[in-house]
């Protein structure tokens, strides 16, 4: 499985992008798909998680009702809409697939794609 992810880009206080990340290959083992962020000097954070069968979701706190993950099977992408962003929702985002069922630790997760850069200004 290979993940291309896509959508970052530069967008003031309380505007919306939108990530997308394609999964090529798929095999069964791949249960869940998540966003992962990491801001400089930062440590790797969860930030969603949904699963190729049923689409349950998890996400962190500091996303909650501002973010959603989906996913089109058909498509095999998965893709978080992100609403209004914050100055501190600047990150590099990751997408990662793996076997576990919503894990939020990136040690659950095998398969990691190319970091796509979102910058939020004030």
């Known amino acids: 499985v290979q993940l291309q992810a896509s959508g970052g880009g530069l967008v003031q206080a309380g505007g919306s992008l939108r990530l997308s990340c394609v999964a090529s290959?798929?095999?069964?083992?791949?249960?869940?798909m998540a966003w992962f962020r990491q801001a400089p000097g930062n440590q790797r954070t969860f930030v969603a998680a949904?699963?190729?069968?049923?689409?349950?979701?998890n996400y962190a706190d500091s996303v909650k009702g501002r973010f959603t993950i989906s996913r089109d099977n058909a498509k095999n992408t998965v893709y978080l809409q992100m609403n209004s962003l914050k100055p501190e929702d600047t990150a590099v985002y990751y997408c990662?697939?793996?076997?576990?069922?919503?894990?939020?630790?990136?040690?659950?997760?095998?398969?990691w794609g190319q970091g796509t850069l979102v910058t939020v200004s004030s």
């Open positions: 290959g798929r095999a069964v083992s791949t249960n869940t």
């Open positions: 949904i699963t190729w069968g049923g689409g349950s979701t």
């Open positions: 990662a697939a793996g076997p576990a069922l919503l894990y939020r630790a990136p040690g659950a997760y095998d398969i």
